[in-house]
């Protein structure tokens, strides 16, 4: 039901926004802390989830869901109102890999299905079961010339101006660069950038997102205004 409800949830909402901008409600990114994890160790969930008219929000999901494979349901579970997977002994892993058809010994994606907003905002996540994996590092990241703030520091840009946007990332992670201020050009590449055009909001959020192909993720949001 999980899986069914989420492909007719995407199908839905594939055209509705720009993929850049924040002000709808939305699972912008799901993490796994860490996206990979040996017998024994511990993964947490979370996701950055837009909302209209909100800021972006780090939440724990509501609900979670082991979608495959099915022998290892049972390593999710609830804890003190988070979602932590804990990767099985090796006999259990060495079983889902005989039920995935994967070599011996390689690692084993357990996907899980995530839900907020009372069961409307769906994604998916996979965690690595069987091998250390990491989330990024957000490095050397710039803003209109200048080295990117911690947040929450304000971000003030001039309206009418190109404001050049970048961020280090290697050739395979994929980088997205949201905003609910101004209108984002390259959205999907390291270097981007933002401009605020008369009629776009002058108020609203900035962020970038970093995904690499090991699984890993990283985010950073900043409150930004125009003037």
């Known amino acids: 039901m999980f899986v069914g409800a989420l492909l007719a949830f995407c199908a839905c909402n594939s055209d509705a926004d720009e993929q850049w901008q924040l002000d709808h409600d939305r699972v912008i990114a799901v993490r796994a802390t860490p996206p990979g994890i040996l017998p024994g160790e511990r993964s947490e969930l979370d996701a950055l989830v837009g909302a209209k008219g909100a800021h972006p929000v780090e939440l724990s999901p509501e609900v979670a869901t082991v979608i495959s494979p099915q022998s290892l349901a049972m390593v999710l579970a609830p804890e003190a109102g988070k979602w932590v997977v804990t990767a099985p002994d090796e006999a259990r892993l060495a079983a889902a890999r005989t039920e995935l058809g994967l070599a011996a010994g390689a690692p084993v994606p357990l996907q899980v299905g995530v839900s907020y907003a009372g069961n409307t905002l769906l994604a998916f996540k996979t965690v690595y079961l069987g091998e250390t994996r990491a989330n990024p590092v957000l490095e050397e ?31 395979t992670d994929d980088v997205n660069w949201v905003t609910s201020c101004g209108t984002m050009h390259d959205f999907d590449l390291p270097a981007a950038y933002l401009r605020v055009e008369k009629e776009d909001p002058i108020e609203g959020d900035l962020g970038v997102i970093r995904r690499t192909e090991l699984g890993g993720v990283a985010w950073r949001v900043w409150p930004i205004r125009a003037e």
């Open 141 to 171: 990241m710039m803003i209109d010339g200048a080295t990117a703030p911690g947040t929450p520091t304000p971000i003030v840009v001039a309206p009418l101006t190109d404001v050049r946007l970048s961020v280090k990332a290697d050739e």
